[in-house]
């Protein structure tokens, strides 16, 4: 299993300044423009973007956008879209003609990799992982389980069980009342 750091670094891909140099000569504001990629290498249309908690701007379907002008400096760009993750970058935008690039993991992806970090015991990566799919996936069962799971392997019990009252009490799959179960008794899940 990877570090959290370096699985970042390698699926959160910010690609900025493909021009070189600053701009030095450039002073008033310009567009962002760039390009968002499933990691299939598929462009990925309606991804909502963000810039400093700016107005939303979105991607068409081939994955392009234009965010608002914004001068040179350093920005908080925010991506993303229902069955993905949402992703927050720091980028400096040096000139005109940067171009930003962004990748966003599937919850599929998303949860093969937290499945991958609760087996190789480390919780608190799968928990890193979690909180990138869970802002635009909250409804998602299984991010939701696995969010408790990972939770209980930490230790915190509290808020594993805190995490289980977004299910129903009654109807609820099986794993999660077992895992309700063994919490309440005081068990490891």
Do not use: K
């Amino acid at each position: 299993m990877r570090s959290a750091a370096s699985s970042v670094a390698l699926w959160t891909l910010v690609l900025l300044g493909c021009a070189g140099a600053p701009d030095t000569a450039w002073t008033g504001p310009a567009p962002l423009h760039g390009v968002i990629y499933d990691y299939a290498g598929a462009p990925l249309g309606w991804v909502e973007l963000r810039v400093d908690d700016g107005p939303p701007v979105y991607s068409d379907i081939h994955g392009r956008f234009t965010l608002p002008p914004i001068t040179a400096g350093n920005y908080r760009v925010q991506a993303g879209r229902a069955g993905y993750e949402t992703i927050r970058s720091d980028v400096t935008f040096t000139s005109r003609s940067d171009v930003l690039y962004l990748r966003l993991r599937s919850v599929a992806e998303l949860v093969v990799q937290i499945q991958e970090a609760l087996d190789d015991g480390d919780p608190a990566t799968a928990i890193e992982l979690l909180q990138a799919g869970l802002p635009a996936n909250a409804e998602d069962a299984q991010l939701r389980f696995l969010l408790a799971l990972a939770r209980a392997r930490t230790g915190d019990v509290a808020a594993a069980l805190d995490e289980l009252e977004w299910f129903p009490s009654e109807g609820s799959p099986a794993a999660v009342e077992l895992l309700r179960l063994r919490l309440g008794e005081g068990g490891a899940p």
